[in-house]
């Protein structure tokens, strides 16, 4: 069983909905600090129904947070979160949970980063916060705050909003309302690079503790041969596959990247040739990348009836015979041909309204 610490915001009300979707045995804990009077009513209200609406066991906790900042002489903020850590903690141990998920994503993460950095530390606090903390778990760290929106627009889901998160008041809300935001008007891309450099400090981190990186063993090998850091991350973290078989032992086969995403409003198919965007849950991986072999069958997206033959299709498209013979096709792990290259997907893996996450590929023959 899992605990998920629910505050009735975006963030954790994704987090509630997804370790759902996962199957897993979930109770909620909520606190109410009663810091914004009938706010902190309103989010305690707002949990209990949610919880009643997906049948979770919800367990909600009053503190008097003056009182204790007041005694122990420490912030409101640092209160708070002494005072929620700690029942946490005890819950755990009551209701004998395996971890603690709590809704920490990675806008969050970029601020700790800057916050410890502009403090002063070490390559430590330049690593941000970690998936895995003793029994506190972050399973929404890769996803940004626009990626936890999206999701709980198409799952129709609403959620609340904590006032005292819109004013900069605070040193983390300066960093989230005024300073990110400064940055991004010099590097659009600034937080999804800080992301990226924190990611690449827990690399080092991990060396430096005595242990092995994947992706940097991958980048010593890799870069000498002309991959590029992009490339090479691709490759690490499983989203680019490569086929060793070689024509005529000179030209690769080609490359294929793979990456998911949620759906979005703006979402459309794309209609790029070498692009294809399908259905993630109607895909089976691992992907395989191959030429196309005699009796290779697919059922077109878009066009009526039964499999065709690939032959036959590429036939009807005028597709001249040296051409045909490097085909390439995209199979799941049945082996069912589920993308050609430069041509059509397969209908039994195309997007729908029903779809919630996309899988894009890529080919590249290089």
């Known amino acids: 069983m899992k605990i998920v610490a629910l505050s009735g915001g975006a963030d954790s009300v994704c987090l509630l909905l997804k370790t759902l979707e996962k199957g897993d045995v979930v109770e909620a804990l909520h606190c109410n600090f009663h810091l914004r009077g009938a706010e902190s009513d309103r989010d305690e209200a707002f949990c209990r129904n949610l919880c009643e609406k997906y049948n979770v066991p919800l367990h909600v906790k009053h503190f008097d947070t ?18 929620r850590y700690a029942w946490f903690e005890e819950m755990r141990e009551k209701l004998n949970a395996e971890e603690i998920l709590v809704a920490h994503h990675q806008d969050d993460n970029v601020e700790t980063m800057l916050m410890n950095m502009m403090r002063g530390t070490g390559i430590t606090g330049l690593t941000g916060m970690k998936y895995r903390n003793g029994y506190i778990v972050r399973p929404l760290l890769d996803m ?21 998160n819109l004013e900069a008041d605070v040193v983390r809300n300066k960093i989230r309302l005024q300073l990110i935001p400064l940055m991004e008007t010099i590097f659009p891309a600034a937080r999804k690079n800080i992301a990226k450099t924190m990611r690449y400090l827990q ?20 870069s000498p041969l002309g991959f590029t850091s992009k490339q090479i991350e691709a490759i690490a973290s499983g989203r680019w596959k490569m086929s060793k078989e070689r024509v005529g032992g000179e030209s690769p086969l080609g490359t294929l990247s793979v990456q998911t ?23 089976k991986t691992p992907l395989v990348l191959r030429r196309i072999q005699q009796g290779d069958r697919f059922k077109p997206y878009g066009m009526k009836g039964c499999s065709k033959l690939i032959s036959d299709y590429l036939t009807d498209k005028k597709i001249e015979m040296d051409e045909r013979r490097e085909q390439c096709v995209v199979c799941d ?28 590929l890529r080919y590249s023959n290089i």
Not at 261 to 283: H, I, Q, R, W
Not at 337 to 359: E, F, K, M, Q
Request: proline share 3%; charged share 30%; hydrophobic share 35%.
């Open 66 to 83: 003056d009182a204790y900042a007041k005694e122990h002489k420490v912030s409101i903020e640092m209160a708070a979160r002494e005072l």
């Open 144 to 164: 940004t705050r626009q990626d936890i929106l999206d999701y709980l627009t198409l799952r129709k889901q609403d959620y609340i909003t904590d006032s005292s």
């Open 203 to 222: 690399e080092a981190e991990t060396v430096v503790s005595g242990g092995r990186s994947a992706e940097l063993d991958l980048f010593t090998l890799l």
């Open 261 to 283: 995403y949620l759906k979005g409003n703006d979402f459309k198919p794309s209609k790029e040739p070498f692009v294809a965007t399908l259905d993630a849950d109607k895909v």
């Open 333 to 360: 792990a049945d082996g069912d041909i589920i993308w050609l290259p430069g041509h059509r997907i397969s209908h039994n893996v195309a997007c729908s309204d029903n779809t919630i996450n996309i899988l894009e």
